[in-house]
């Protein structure tokens, strides 16, 4: 479900005329890739309270800064 309460469609691909199993596999992995829902899945598996949430952004910021910085250094 989105923000307003409806449904999201899911990534969808159609089998091209003539193409693998495989080769559809691979460009649907890689929609689900783009569209992030994986991360939307594990998102909505447990509830976060707002403080709790608000701590989780903010630790994965100082853990980005901090790689930069790192990445900068060398």
Do not use: C, W
């Not at 923000?3 to 649907?28: D, H, T």
């Not at 909505?44 to 910021?61: D, I, M, N, T, W």
């Amino acid at each position: 479900m989105d923000e307003q309460g409806g449904v999201v469609p899911l990534a969808e691909i159609r089998l091209q005329e003539g193409e693998s199993l495989e080769n559809a596999l691979r460009r649907f992995k890689r929609k689900v890739q783009t569209e992030d829902i994986i991360k939307e899945v594990k998102r909505h598996s447990f509830y976060l309270k707002p403080g709790e949430r608000k701590r989780v952004k903010e630790a994965l910021a100082r853990k980005r800064s901090r790689k930069k910085a790192r990445k900068e250094q060398d």
